[in-house]
């Protein structure tokens, strides 16, 4: 339901300003923008130093293979050439009977020549024949296209090398000649061919097995190596998760003590994180020792104070009752009394601030959030006449466990705030509704005005103690600077949360507490 104010006229149906629309400016807190987007993940240190390792160990196997095909390949080539010098020596007389017969098959047709040896006989007028044992010592002719392709050079009795179409290369040489016929023989280039093909192919098999357990080795030399990187890494996580800017404090988590053993580089690095954790946990003890004192001394001299501010107050309440006061020591008595109900107001909230830090104060039991939005928004109105107020609740009440007295100190405080902050004829909303199902339902409060606004500086500090607005906001009247402080202790201490969302025109408090669903089953 929505309860106008006794001043809201057409505006009184004006739709509330939700600063969680979609279309409503962006004012979220530093806190809460969204973060920057982040490139591509980079390698880590592990993935680097293997693929560095793997990248070298890899070229080195890749140049030692070429290498050492290249110089086998000219140990066989030369090997292969020494044969063919041999067999031409050795067949020399029936070479020079093959270059009278004119038919190679014919002249290899019962000599002992191994599988691969070709002959080829060259006529001057450029007639030639060819023929070719094969693997099964079968003399195949050669045909006139293969014949046709051949490019014998003239002179030449040097070793050459001599491709022939469909059976490859071969490593021949020119023997002498018998009237007008050149005799050239040799022998096939496969053999070679083939003994390289196996040699990379085992170094290329055994550099991949080579290279699979030097990557596991790696692996796990590796691993085991930053394993107390690893450790220390986790640590410091663990530390990071832990709420270290209030309550109780004591660091609890160590680098373990194998992993921290001086001597090695990682090792020093977790010795020196322990140490550091170690000065850390001891500062914060003595913060934590030092924040006791001082708040049990808040309390303590609160407590002290109230007695003698509330015999200033009664002995100048009854001054004066004297009608023999002269006119200027009765005004001097009314601002004695004036200050010293200022300062017991101050000494009391000193005093809640104390208690609550130390767990105390609350009263448990369920409240009626809504009643207390209305009785409060009520008070205001008589309070401030010159703001508008408005109120939009459920027409089912908001009911929460807690301290009905705090809680009421909470709307109190954040509705007096709104109306001491802005000026004459700001529209303060005040919204209470219910979020979730179940046993995450929340009760959500906002206090809502289109003042001013709160300077962007004071936001991250508006809810510690003694911080004044006087920055950002036109002041109708003095303050301690402990409402909001009080405001968000209370909050805390009924497992809430409370945020500030504000730009020029648009200011929200939002609460958040645990809230009775609707319906409990």
């Not at 987007?37 to 130093?49: E, V």
């Not at 709104?418 to 906002?446: K, N």
């Amino acid at each position: 339901m929505t309860v106008p104010g006794p001043t809201s006229d057409a505006r009184a149906d004006a739709p509330v300003p939700d600063a969680g629309a979609p279309d409503a400016p962006s004012h979220d807190a530093p806190g809460d923008r969204p973060a920057k987007r982040i490139g591509k993940r980079p390698l880590s240190f592990q993935a680097r130093l293997m693929l560095t390792v793997f990248g070298f160990v890899s070229l080195i196997f890749v140049v030692v293979a070429a290498v050492t095909a290249m110089m086998l390949n000219t140990v066989l080539e030369e090997r292969l050439s020494q044969q063919v010098r041999s067999m031409v020596a050795e067949s020399g007389q029936w070479l020079i009977g093959a270059g009278a017969m004119g038919d190679a098959a014919s002249a290899l047709d019962g000599r002992q020549v191994p599988p691969g040896t070709i002959l080829i006989l060259e006529t001057a007028a450029g007639d030639r024949s060819g023929a070719y044992v094969d693997a099964h010592y079968t003399i195949e002719p050669l045909g006139s296209s293969q014949l046709a392709a051949l490019t014998l050079a003239r002179g030449e009795e040097g070793i050459s090398t001599l491709t022939v179409r469909g059976l490859g290369d071969f490593r021949v040489q020119v023997g002498r000649t018998l009237g007008d016929t050149r005799v050239v023989m040799g022998q096939s280039t496969a053999e070679v061919r083939s003994t390289i093909g196996t040699l990379i192919t085992a170094i290329t098999f055994t550099t991949a097995a080579g290279l699979f357990v030097l990557g596991a080795a790696i692996t796990l030399v590796i691993r085991q190596g930053l394993k107390p990187l690893r450790a220390v890494a986790e640590t410091a996580q663990r530390v990071a998760r832990q709420p270290l800017d209030q309550g109780v404090v004591s660091i609890d988590e160590r680098v373990p003590a194998d992993q921290a053993e001086r001597g090695t580089e990682i090792g020093e690095v977790g010795a020196a994180l322990n140490t550091l954790l170690d000065h850390v946990d001891a500062s914060l003890h003595a913060r934590q020792r030092n924040e006791e004192r001082m708040r049990r001394f808040v309390a303590d001299a609160s407590h002290e104070l109230r007695t003698p501010l509330a015999s200033i107050r009664g002995y100048s309440e009854l001054s004066l009752r004297d009608t023999t006061l002269s006119e200027t020591s009765a005004q001097s008595l009314e601002r004695i009394q004036a200050q010293s109900m200022r300062m017991t107001g101050l000494v009391e909230d000193l005093l809640l601030l104390a208690r609550l830090d130390e767990g105390q104060e609350l009263v448990y039991g369920a409240v009626d959030l809504t009643r207390i939005v209305l009785e409060s928004v009520a008070d205001q109105r008589v309070a401030g006449p010159e703001h508008e107020w408005r109120v939009d609740v459920e027409e089912e009440p908001v009911v929460v466990a807690g301290d009905a007295g705090r809680l009421t100190q909470v709307v109190a405080n954040l509705l007096a705030n709104a109306r001491t902050h802005t000026p004459p004829g700001t529209t303060v909303t005040v919204s209470l509704a219910r979020e979730g199902t179940g046993s995450a339902t929340r009760a959500i409060l906002r206090v809502h005005d289109d003042g001013p606004g709160v300077d962007p500086d004071l936001q991250g500090e508006l809810f510690t103690r003694f911080a004044r607005g006087d920055r950002s906001r036109t002041r109708a009247t003095g303050g301690t600077g402990l409402g909001l402080a009080i405001v968000k202790a209370i909050v805390d201490a009924h497992h809430g949360e409370i945020r500030v969302l504000s730009q020029p025109g648009d200011t929200t408090f939002e609460v958040s507490l645990p809230a009775k669903p609707v319906d409990p089953d």
